[in-house]
């Protein structure tokens, strides 16, 4: 191994990845002549993550050609909060904070526009919270005229949910999502169809979009980062017009010499294995910086925001990603932003637990969708109904705490019909076996979760009882939406232990209606903008499901589209750009050499792999993965998996086709090329 010997990383750096391209060169003459930046990027990535080394090394060494040597990044040392000395540096339009849908869509909104765009990403992968989010979009489908929906009722449903008298955040959510969804159907068309509709506690009608294949939140992002690939390859005023930086963390928000308006970002490059410790530090000067954060359900440290507003919560599990920490609550805080209703945090009433790992801080969430398609919920002990499962998040959890506070265990139980309504969630959830199926209401009844109390006659009762309820049109919870009745029947049911957990912060950074942050005094921080939840005023005391979804693009694009541009660029809507040669834009993930070009062309050439070499490949060294009969070498990719590299790693070195359907689109397989076939699966010669 190299180390970070520049003679041995120029030789490993020529026979391994040498093309013949410019930039080759200078990442071979960099090393050679001993240039620091990247020999510290050796340091850190070029032994373990040698891929990420080349993408490193080679953006740096653009970006510094003909600028001589200089820090990473552009200018560092400068006062506090403020640009750095030195030459004048390019200004983009506008630098993201943050992956998710809400910073991803004012950037593609922007691109489109024909601005200039950086996103800094502090992890691996794209999506935050959003890729995890799978029971769909709020919407208005004005096309959809036997709906009965209109923008008043949602605005309605919104605001009794947010138990607040009025608010000037939520008539531009409501109204805003109608433009939101025609966009994400007619723009991202290429990669996303929203062909189902569901509803959700708190609505009066079903207006939850979501896919059919594929779960909402990361088919979404999906496609999002395949239009968003387009521009990468495109340049604009002398520089890229978007660039991706991932694991890549904001540590200040800097403003102009006078104080009056901000200027950009100072930011420091991390690893994986260190995603606190800053490798690198530089800064990009922008026109205008969106705070996409996110909120901070996922910091149980000391000095959590959680910590200091709502300690009484730190005994529930979260079902937020490990990025969820408040960063971009600090870096508006720290230049004078208003923070609202840092107190308001949402427990969701359904969790799942795991009985194999019950004491996981992490949990999974179940989609409320399930709900919405007809499940109920049901105690523990005595296998009765006690909520309206289409009540307000607040609402059930509360009548889980009163139901049965010690264990705050409950079945989640679905007939067969609503089961058929959420078919994508079931297949993901059984597999993880966290939903069961039970063939009959016998084997319903002798399921162990239950108490002494449960009996097959009594879950008959209860279920007969529900039914007739849904004729009465009422029950005596005041549920009035019964879908997919009558419930009872000879089955099969599915069923899942769920538990509260906290889901979602309502309370954040104060912006104005065109998402600019505000101070103290209530007026605008100057070219600060903020989106999705790391923002507060919107949601109120409760947020319904589904409207995270529709605040990130509605609130994305708004600001996307309202932002003035630099002179120098295209302006007056020039558009998407063609797709790349071969279907993708260059420098997408992959597991091989290769990647992105002729990803999906097939099997020819590639050799057989038999499942004794397959089942060698199962560690964070070499992780190879059969899906649908192809070995991918997945080991690059196990820190950008945005469920964790330990979600891959579960089926290492084995067959992940049925895990990898429940949960993905074939076309999320496009960025991958395989490096052989599984041996039973390869074709025979012809005689």
């Not at 200004?91 to 909104?109: K, N, Q, R």
């Not at 208003?338 to 637990?353: I, M, R, W, Y």
């Not at 002179?567 to 834009?585: C, D, L, V």
């Amino acid at each position: 191994m190299c180390g970070a010997d520049a003679d041995c990383l120029a030789r490993s750096y020529q026979s391994r990845w040498w093309g013949g391209a410019a930039g080759d060169r200078m990442v071979i003459d960099a090393l050679l002549g001993r240039n620091a930046d990247v020999l510290l990027l050796a340091k850190f990535y070029a032994r373990d993550l040698p891929r990420r080394f080349v993408q490193h090394a080679a953006r740096h060494v653009a970006r510094g050609a003909g600028a001589g040597a200089g820090s990473l990044g552009g200018a560092a040392g400068g006062a506090a909060g403020q640009p750095g000395g030195g030459g004048a540096e390019r200004v983009v339009d506008l630098v993201v904070i943050g992956g998710g849908l809400a910073g991803l869509s004012a950037a593609l909104t922007v691109l489109d526009r024909g601005g200039t765009v950086v996103v800094l990403e502090k992890q691996g992968h794209l999506g935050g919270n959003s890729a995890w989010a799978s029971s769909g979009v709020n919407a208005v489908d004005v096309n959809n005229t036997k709906s009965g929906d209109s923008v008043a009722s949602f605005t309605a449903d919104t605001l009794r949910g947010a138990q607040i008298p009025n608010s000037t955040l939520i008539p531009v959510l409501t109204a805003g999502s109608v433009d939101s969804l025609a966009w994400l159907r007619s723009r991202l068309a290429e990669n996303l169809e929203l062909d189902l509709v569901g509803q959700m506690g708190g609505h009066s009608f079903p207006r939850t979009h979501r896919p059919s294949q594929g779960l909402a939140g990361s088919a979404i992002i999906f496609a999002l980062e395949k239009q968003l690939k387009k521009y990468l390859h495109k340049t604009h005023d002398g520089g890229a017009q978007y660039e991706l930086r991932k694991w890549t963390r904001a540590t200040s928000i800097l403003t102009s010499s006078d104080g009056a308006t901000v200027a950009g970002v100072s930011y420091g490059s991390v690893t994986a294995k260190d995603p606190d410790t800053l490798v690198a530090t530089g800064t990009v000067m922008a026109r205008h910086v969106l705070i996409a954060t996110g909120g901070y359900a996922s910091d149980y440290t000391e000095t959590s925001l959680l910590q200091k507003h709502r300690p009484d919560l730190l005994k529930y599990a979260t079902t937020n990603n490990k990025g969820t920490t408040g960063d971009g609550h600090k870096l508006a805080l720290a230049v004078g932003a208003k923070a609202v209703d840092l107190d308001d945090v949402q427990v969701h009433p359904t969790g799942f637990h795991n009985p194999a790992d019950p004491d996981n801080k992490v949990k999974q969430l179940c989609a409320e969708i399930l709900r919405g398609e007809g499940a109920i919920l049901l105690s523990r002990q005595k296998g009765e109904r006690f909520a309206d499962e289409l009540g307000t998040r607040d609402y059930v959890t509360g009548r889980m705490i009163e139901t049965d506070p010690a264990s705050l265990l409950f079945a989640l139980v679905l007939n067969a019909a609503a089961a058929a309504k959420a078919a994508t969630h079931i297949s993901l959830y059984t597999k993880k076996k966290l939903i069961f199926k039970f063939e009959t209401l016998e084997d319903l009844a002798a399921w162990d979760f239950w108490g002494e109390g449960v009996q097959t006659a009594s879950l008959d009762a209860v279920m007969r009882g529900y039914d007739a309820a849904a004729v009465a049109g009422v029950d005596s919870f005041g549920k009035t939406f019964f879908h997919n009745t009558p419930f009872a029947g000879a089955g099969p049911f599915y069923a899942g232990i769920v538990t509260p957990v906290i889901h979602y912060c309502m309370g954040g950074i104060a912006i104005g209606t065109d998402g600019s942050v505000l101070n103290h005094e209530g007026a605008a921080i100057p070219g600060l903008f903020a989106a999705g939840e790391v923002i507060g005023g919107l949601h109120g005391r409760n947020r319904l499901g589904g409207n995270a979804l529709s605040e990130c693009v509605v609130f994305g694009r708004v600001i996307g589209e309202a932002l003035p541009l630099g002179e120098g660029s295209a302006g007056g809507g020039a558009g998407p750009p063609s797709t790349a040669p071969g279907g993708t834009a260059p420098g997408g993930k992959g597991a091989a050499p290769g990647e992105g070009e002729g990803a999906a062309a097939g099997a020819p050439g590639l050799r057989s792999i038999s499942k004794q070499e397959l089942g060698q490949h199962k560690t964070e060294e070499s992780c190879w993965v059969s899906i649908q009969g192809k070995i991918y070498d997945f080991t690059s990719f196990l820190d950008e998996h945005p469920a964790g590299a330990e979600a891959i790693l579960k089926y290492g070195g084995e067959d992940g086709t049925e895990i990898f359907e429940a949960i993905h689109t074939q076309e999320m397989l496009d960025d991958f090329t395989p490096i052989g076939l599984l041996a039973a699966h390869q074709p025979s010669a012809a005689l």
